[in-house]
C-alpha cells in the first residue's frame, strides 16, 4: 500500500510540474530508505499527500522546506 500510494502521489505532482516518474527507481529508493532505516531505528518511509500539495502550493521547489517544518515540529 506504501508504494502505490507513493506512486500515486508521484505521478500527480509529475503531471503537474512537467517530470516524469520511474517507478522502478521509486521502489528502490523506498527500499533502501527502509532497510537502512532500521538500522538507526527509523520510521518507515513514506509519502505525505497534504504535506506535498501543501509545499506545491506554495511554490516550495526544494527540500528546505521540509527541514524548516521538522525544524518547527521539534521546537514546538
Same mark, same amino acid.
Do not use: M, W
Given at each position: 500500500?506504501? =508504494?502505490?500510494?507513493?506512486? %500515486?502521489? +508521484?505521478?500527480?505532482?509529475?503531471?503537474?510540474?512537467?517530470?516524469?516518474?520511474? &517507478?522502478?527507481?521509486?521502489?528502490? +529508493?523506498? $527500499? !533502501? #530508505?527502509? #532497510? !537502512?532505516?532500521?538500522? =538507526? $531505528? *527509523?520510521? &518507515? +518511509? #513514506? $509519502? %505525505? =499527500? %497534504?504535506? %506535498?500539495?501543501?509545499?506545491?502550493? @506554495?511554490? /516550495?521547489? #526544494? &527540500?528546505? @522546506?521540509?527541514?524548516? *517544518?521538522?525544524?518547527? /515540529? !521539534? /521546537? @514546538?
Amino acid at each position: 500500500i506504501l =508504494f502505490l500510494e507513493h506512486i %500515486s502521489i +508521484a505521478k500527480l505532482f509529475g503531471c503537474i510540474n512537467g517530470y516524469k516518474i520511474d &517507478p522502478n527507481q521509486e521502489l528502490i +529508493a523506498i $527500499g !533502501v #530508505t527502509n #532497510t !537502512v532505516g532500521t538500522c =538507526f $531505528g *527509523a520510521y &518507515p +518511509a #513514506t $509519502g %505525505s =499527500f %497534504s504535506r %506535498s500539495a501543501i509545499n506545491s502550493k @506554495a511554490g /516550495v521547489r #526544494t &527540500p528546505l @522546506a521540509g527541514i524548516l *517544518a521538522g525544524i518547527i /515540529v !521539534v /521546537v @514546538a
